[in-house]
């Protein structure tokens, strides 16, 4: 497959500021840990990994917050956490002078800043004295008795806090952590419902995201009917959401966990999804939606370092910059004088020396002499003129599509009501119209202003729901397709065929190691690369001893495991593979690397075959042509030509 970033490489430096960056640009992110505190919270239970060992789900909550602030210091030391409790009686101390519409019942415990030791080290302490004595948290953190807060109230508050600490431009999001599935019941439901869904479509107006991570137990299950499903209600794009004028705004899913998959959870939901580009998407002359893509599969590196100068008493950091210097004169030249021409030809001197005529409307370039472009006319070819969007030219059969077409990583698009209003009706429409159908859609994309024109296939996509919520989404695949350039034939050689025994027993351990549900889920795999690495940058941020053997590689084969269910049936393998016959037979090849050029190519050869003058070929270009085939090129020139017919009879 071919990489990811081949689409907005330049071979030539002098070109580098004419690659689009802005998808490389990184948001800040800011999320507040909205968690609930109230006693069914901090009820105390048996710790399952420990024993002798209680725990409670504010304490959970909160390692899990703490766990999630870690990462951030290695991966994303630029986003900001704060940690805000509700259905507790502790207030929050402000400042004098400062006016605060954080609601009665709830209580800051971390301001939004920026993740650093100190602050995560305050949380560790916190939690290491819950360890000590189990009251710990219902000593610093008191629930409230026979009542709870409204939750248009909790919404009210991180408004508030969203608003006082974050920046404008990042990326907001608030991780409601609670196992309280109806916290309204009785008399004056409706109000309150209708207050919270109101206090949330500001806070989400705002520029927010409401992540809820429900918490479920077999003694107490979170319903989401009850209360939260005419709140939280999912994104999606049915017809009938597309009626309700503010779901478009309202939260993507709803997670319901258990308290153990609590950590496992945030991870998956804590990174950003961050669109790559917003286009229009033309169904029609004069008609277009407005959607968002996203990319599904981005590859996580280590973090970038930087570099510092040694100044004595201080190290201050290094910026690089870059300058572009007129080897005449010495003198920097500036950027908007800069312009683009070919390797050969004249010089720029000489140029320089002829005047353009205005009065033509093309640039004439003389004999002997360069054409120069500015950057606008650069862009200009790339895009071909174009401006971003994507174009719907017609549909085809979803047959039509095969594996050998998936050449590039595909994007997923969304609809964006906030371009276009009615965008998600139509984008909804069109994509059930196409899934009944059985249709794809072959689309003309341009994505980005720098990025060269591609035609692509919308292969559409059913949102697929499960017992703990949705996990494919609706939408559409955009999927590049393979110009002529791109595609290679590759060789097909018929090789030697296992017997059925040898086949048999290849397969009696082979299913026996078959990977669960069929499927390789990489949610269950973090790169080992990574972690093992980040793991050790974050022992040296908080001056702790690390040790490197309780670092837990999951992708390493479990090769007990694997002897006990199988190792009897792979040794029966090998020695059924042992006295098969076919697998003593050795296909001949040569070692050395094949020249790329060859005298005499194929098809002159079998021009040469068709016509009985196979003998008239010279014995240099048949030993070439055989050695291209990977066939022996030992023996007299009769025997070479033998060969040649014997290969071209058989391909």
Excluded at 58 to 84: E, F
Excluded at 199 to 227: C, N
Excluded at 269 to 293: C, D, M, N, T, W
Excluded at 307 to 322: C, H, I, N, P
């Amino acid at each position: 497959m071919a990489p990811y970033d081949d689409w907005n490489k330049i071979d030539d430096q002098e070109d580098e500021e004419l690659q689009d960056a802005s998808h490389l640009e990184s948001r800040r992110d800011v999320i507040v840990f909205c968690i609930d505190c109230s006693p069914s919270m901090l009820e105390l239970r048996d710790d399952p990994e420990y024993e002798d060992t209680q725990t409670c789900h504010l304490y959970t909550a909160l390692d899990a917050a703490m766990q999630i602030q870690k990462r951030k210091v290695i991966v994303g030391p630029n986003d900001s956490v704060g940690i805000l409790l509700f259905n507790t009686t502790k207030t929050s101390q402000l400042s004098s002078g400062r006016s605060s519409e954080i609601k009665k019942g709830t209580f800051l415990y971390q301001a939004i800043k920026p993740v650093g030791a100190p602050q995560i080290q305050e949380l560790i302490q916190l939690l290491d004295a819950f360890r000590e004595d189990p009251n710990e948290l219902s000593n610093a953190f008191p629930p409230l008795k026979d009542k709870r807060i409204p939750m248009g109230d909790v919404f009210t508050s991180c408004n508030w806090v969203l608003r006082d600490g974050a920046p404008k431009t990042a990326s907001k999001r608030v991780f409601l952590i609670t196992d309280e599935d109806d916290p309204h019941s009785g008399p004056g439901n409706h109000q309150l419902v209708t207050s919270a869904r109101t206090t949330l479509i500001d806070l989400t107006q705002a520029g927010a995201t409401v992540e809820p991570f429900f918490i479920s137990s077999s003694q107490k299950p979170f319903e989401v009917s009850k209360f939260y499903s005419s709140v939280l209600l999912p994104n999606n794009v049915d017809e009938e959401a597309g009626l309700n004028e503010d779901s478009s705004i309202l939260p993507e899913s709803i997670s319901i966990a258990r308290i153990g998959d609590l950590l496992d959870q945030m991870r998956i939901h804590e990174v950003p999804k961050r669109a790559q580009f917003s286009v229009s998407l033309e169904l029609a002359e004069g008609f277009k939606i407005g959607v968002k893509g996203y990319g599904l599969v981005t590859e996580q590196k280590k973090g970038s370092y930087k570099y510092f100068v040694d100044l004595g008493d201080r190290m201050e950091v290094a910026t690089a910059r870059t300058v572009y210097i007129d080897q005449d004169r010495e003198a920097e030249v500036d950027k908007s004088k800069i312009v683009y021409g070919t390797a050969p030809g004249a010089s720029a001197a000489a140029d320089g020396e002829d005047e353009e005529d205005e009065s033509v409307g093309t640039r004439v370039v003389k004999e002997d002499q360069r054409p120069f472009y500015s950057a606008e006319e650069v862009r200009s070819f790339r895009t071909l003129g174009l401006e971003p969007s994507i174009k719907l030219l017609g549909f085809k059969d979803r047959s039509e599509l095969v594996f050998e077409d998936n050449v590039k990583h595909s994007h997923f698009i969304y609809p964006d009501e906030m371009t276009y209003s009615g965008s998600k009706r139509t984008f909804s429409a069109l994509l059930k119209s196409m899934v009944k159908k059985k249709k794809i859609g072959l689309a003309l994309t341009l994505t980005r202003r720098n990025a060269s024109p591609a035609f692509c296939v919308l292969l559409p996509q059913e949102e697929k729901v499960d017992e703990g919520g949705w996990t494919d989404p609706a939408g559409f695949h955009l999927v590049p397709l393979p110009f002529a350039d791109d595609i290679r034939a590759a060789p097909v050689e018929e090789g030697y065929r296992a017997s059925d025994d040898l086949k048999d027993a290849a397969r009696a351990w082979i299913d026996k190691l078959s990977v669960k549900n069929g499927a390789y889920p990489p949610d269950a795999y973090p790169n080992p690369a990574l972690g093992y690495h980040n793991a050790q940058l974050q022992a040296s941020a908080f001056r702790e001893q690390y040790d490197p053997d309780s670092f837990e590689d999951l992708t390493e084969p479990k090769i007990e495991m694997i002897h006990k269910r199988a190792g009897k049936l792979i040794k029966s393998w090998k020695l059924a593979l042992l006295n098969d016959e076919s697998a003593d037979v050795v296909v001949a090849t040569t070692g050395s690397k094949r020249k790329a050029d060859v005298g005499v190519d194929e098809a002159e050869i079998r021009s040469q075959y068709d016509g009985g003058a196979l003998a008239k070929v010279h014995y240099d270009n048949t030993a070439d042509f055989l050695k291209s085939k990977s066939q022996p090129v030992s023996g007299k020139k009769a025997e070479l030509i033998e060969r040649v017919a014997d290969w071209l009879d058989t391909h």
